[in-house]
């Protein structure tokens, strides 16, 4: 059974960082694209940043040079590091995999951790 666990998120104050993990485990071979993917409060799920096995990366236009996606391959983990947060950057955020787990590829998403960015 393959899950993607999504640690890191938390109340801070405007201007303040957080950095959030995802680790995917079970019966992994292999994963392609990674990202991570927000919805705000009364809004729908709108894409952060994505990330592919090899390493380029793609951003929404908000959050561009504020937040970094990263990851490690090894321990098949994603990282999103956000600095310079803004009120509007809260939102449940989800991390995202394409990865292939016995004969298929499937799409996986985690449960979703709470970011919230108020003073």
């Known amino acids: 059974q393959v899950q993607l666990v999504e640690s890191g998120g938390g109340l801070v104050q405007p201007g303040g960082s957080l950095r959030l993990s995802c680790a995917a485990s079970?019966?992994?071979?292999?994963?392609?694209?990674m990202g991570w993917y927000r919805r705000p409060p009364g809004k729908q799920r709108e894409l952060v940043a994505t990330i592919t096995s090899g390493g380029s990366t793609n951003y929404a236009d908000s959050v561009k040079g504020r937040f970094t996606i990263s990851r490690d391959n090894a321990k098949n983990t994603v990282y999103l590091q956000m600095n310079s947060l803004k009120p509007e950057d809260t939102a449940v955020y989800y991390c995202?995999?394409?990865?292939?787990?016995?004969?298929?590829?499937?799409?996986?998403w985690g449960q979703g951790t709470q970011v919230t960015v108020s003073s």
């Open positions: 995202n995999a394409d990865l292939r787990s016995g004969s298929y590829w499937k799409n996986y």
């Open positions: 079970g019966s992994i071979f292999s994963i392609n694209a």
